[in-house]
């Protein structure tokens, strides 16, 4: 069996799942409701449910017919733990894209600002 | 062909290929450098680096016989991005866990802190 991080990934891999947990955000839905905006049989809806649940990202209540699906907070605050790490990284990647970016203008100012013509 | 964040979260949905991301924090390093933690085949840790390699999560120099690897932090702002509208609501979940485990402690103080035996 895959680690917990490793499963909570695979979920995340699929638009339609990620569509699924944006929808969660705004309050409880049936499967019915999450269904409707994909064009897509209730069957297929199901099964990507199962991998969100399997995953731990929605739970789904246990009334009969409703069962609706909720969003669950635990895999995604482990998913931004482990991004932490990274963080800086990504910043000083983007601040150095910045540098450079302001040291390309610095030199279009002193040569002049000479035109470049489209190729 | 999957849209670029499935690719990426697909991507990272393996423990190796995580540990590889995180040794390239601390820098540039080749396939043998990567591979020497894992008890794996040079070959099967390629594979691991053609995914990430896909996934715009490592680059690779083109220097013949080195190749050294680097991590690249494109994928993973957008997955800080992606993630950020989640924030919120897991905040809110541990917030809300708190609470309650302050409610819990209160109950405990004004029962007069019985004792349980354990089972």
Same mark, same amino acid.
């Given at each position: 069996?895959?680690?917990?991080?490793?499963?909570?990934?695979?979920?995340?891999?699929?638009?339609?799942?990620?569509?699924?947990?944006?929808?969660?955000?705004?309050?409880?839905?049936? !499967?019915?409701?999450?269904?409707?905006?994909?064009?897509?049989?209730?069957?297929? !809806?199901?099964?990507?449910?199962?991998?969100?649940?399997?995953?731990?990202?929605?739970?789904?209540?246990?009334?009969?017919?409703?069962?609706?699906?909720?969003?669950?907070?635990?895999?995604?605050?482990?998913?931004?733990?482990?991004?932490?790490?990274?963080?800086?990284?990504?910043?000083?990647?983007?601040?150095?894209?910045?540098?450079?970016?302001? !040291?390309?203008?610095?030199?279009?100012?002193?040569?002049?600002?000479?035109?470049?013509?489209?190729?």
């Amino acid at each position: 069996m895959a680690d917990p991080l490793s499963t909570t990934f695979a979920a995340l891999a699929d638009p339609t799942r990620r569509a699924i947990l944006a929808r969660l955000t705004g309050g409880e839905a049936t !499967v019915t409701e999450l269904a409707e905006p994909f064009a897509m049989s209730l069957p297929a !809806v199901s099964k990507h449910l199962r991998v969100l649940q399997r995953a731990g990202l929605i739970a789904q209540g246990r009334e009969a017919q409703w069962r609706p699906c909720r969003l669950e907070a635990g895999p995604l605050k482990q998913v931004s733990d482990w991004m932490e790490r990274y963080r800086s990284f990504w910043e000083e990647s983007f601040e150095r894209l910045d540098e450079y970016l302001e !040291v390309l203008k610095t030199k279009e100012g002193t040569t002049g600002g000479r035109d470049h013509s489209p190729d």
